[in-house]
């Protein structure tokens, strides 16, 4: 693996642009990615190289399993985070790219387009998480995993194309139930102290088997392929000690990145194609911006 340090230098911008204020011309074009996960809800866009230029995001029960059970929530959430990104930045935005698991179906995968397109936006494409994450990633050989609020989700690469994808039940949700069972905590405690790194450690003996069936989930998946190393992403990949768990029992090297959570949807906005359709002659140019994209932040290729 060629290790660069273009990857969390990128992702150190980006969590910096999470919180800062700072306006947007309204004639520089944008690619914005949406990421409507089972716990996070994230909103992040870009300039047309990738940089970030501004983010928000919300912890939100909309989704779960990868699917969108509360429309009207979805709705309200996705809106709350562009009125604060339209707000901090004094720029509408008018198009997106919005994301789905993996093994998504037709009508759930109809369900993300349709919280975007019923906020007004123009849902310019729907990209799977791990595909999302390697537009940042640069993947070529390996596997990438989001483990967000509620799947796990995985895409195996190999020459740089994907090979599998599959997508399994079990999260960030089931570490805040077994925290709330056992410290007897409402659920939204349990989330609030599993959300602060400053408690992983001393939480990491209680959810611990539940990273154990995680990994398990992700040596599953992995099971058949011939995998050097796994990259872990999304918010759940934020809870220290998991990289050690999943290389512990899959065999293989795992890795987390800087703000594993921002990673999705940093990706997701390089497949937003309105600005290429909009400045551009060819309608391949999405998918240059995204093969640009990845080479210019590569973090790992093999």
């Not at 909309?62 to 429309?71: E, P």
């Not at 925290?179 to 602060?196: C, F, M, R, T, V």
């Not at 011939?226 to 759940?236: E, F, N």
Request: proline share 6%; charged share 20%; glycine share 12%.
């Amino acid at each position: 693996m060629t290790t660069s340090t273009r990857l969390p230098k990128l992702m150190a911008r980006t969590e910096k642009v999470m919180r800062g204020r700072r306006p947007i011309d309204p004639a520089q074009p944008v690619r914005v990615g949406v990421d409507l996960g089972t716990a996070y809800t994230v909103v992040i866009v870009t300039d047309l190289d990738g940089q970030p230029l501004a983010g928000s995001y919300r912890f939100a029960d909309v989704v779960r399993d990868g699917v969108v059970w509360d429309f009207a929530g979805a709705q309200r959430v996705v809106g709350e985070v562009l009125s604060d990104l339209e707000t901090r930045t004094g720029r509408r935005f008018t198009h997106a790219a919005v994301t789905i698991p993996p093994a998504v179906g037709t009508s759930d995968h109809r369900a993300h387009r349709y919280v975007v397109e019923s906020l007004g936006l123009e849902c310019t494409a729907v990209v799977d998480e791990p595909n999302a994450a390697n537009a940042v990633l640069g993947v070529t050989e390996g596997a990438v995993v989001d483990v967000g609020g509620g799947t796990t989700g995985i895409a195996i690469l190999r020459g740089g194309h994907v090979v599998a994808t599959d997508d399994e039940p079990t999260g960030g949700k089931h570490l805040t139930l077994v925290l709330a069972g056992a410290l007897g905590l409402p659920i939204e405690e349990a989330e609030q102290l599993k959300a602060d790194p400053a408690n992983h450690r001393r939480l990491l003996p209680i959810v611990r088997p539940t990273l154990e069936k995680i990994a398990t989930i992700v040596a599953r998946q992995v099971s058949g392929h011939d995998v050097s190393r796994i990259y872990l992403v999304g918010g759940t990949a934020g809870f220290a000690g998991i990289e050690q768990i999943v290389t512990e029992v899959t065999g293989i090297p795992a890795q987390v990145p800087v703000s594993p959570l921002f990673v999705t949807p940093l990706g997701a906005a390089a497949f937003d194609g309105a600005p290429a359709r909009e400045g551009a002659d060819s309608a391949s140019d999405r998918d240059a911006a995204v093969l640009a994209f990845a080479q210019t932040h590569r973090g790992g290729s093999r």
